[in-house]
């Protein structure tokens, strides 16, 4: 049985993470860094539907025959994890739009 590594953040530490993706210095992801609230979005469906996609190929070579059984819990539990919090996200951003609209002028 493996345990699971546990990663202490502290906010300087995540003030530091954040000025390096604002500024793109990650490395390999920093040519796709730029673009703003528009580009990262897109990103971040982007990557949703990769998830989708992998579990749904997981998925597919195990009925198959040919995929190993602990790839296919994997590929789908991130699958899951990714469509929950798409739809956390959503939810909240029409809040805070609903909230915005009730707003007095």
Excluded: C, W
């Excluded at 730029?34 to 195990?62: K, P, W, Y």
């Excluded at 919090?85 to 939810?91: E, G, I, K, L, Y």
Aim: no cysteine; charged share 15%; aromatic share 4%.
């Amino acid at each position: 049985m493996s345990t699971i590594p546990t990663i202490v953040v502290t906010p300087s530490t995540a003030a530091d993470a954040y000025g390096q993706v604002d500024r793109g210095d990650l490395g390999a992801g920093s040519a796709a860094g730029s673009g703003g609230f528009g580009a990262t979005l897109q990103r971040a469906m982007q990557g949703a539907i990769n998830q989708f996609h992998d579990a749904d190929t997981q998925a597919t070579q195990a009925m198959t025959g040919g995929g190993n059984l602990t790839d296919v819990i994997t590929a789908l539990s991130r699958a899951e994890l990714t469509l929950q919090t798409a739809t956390s996200v959503r939810d909240r951003v029409l809040q805070a739009y609903q909230d915005i609209i009730k707003m007095p002028i």
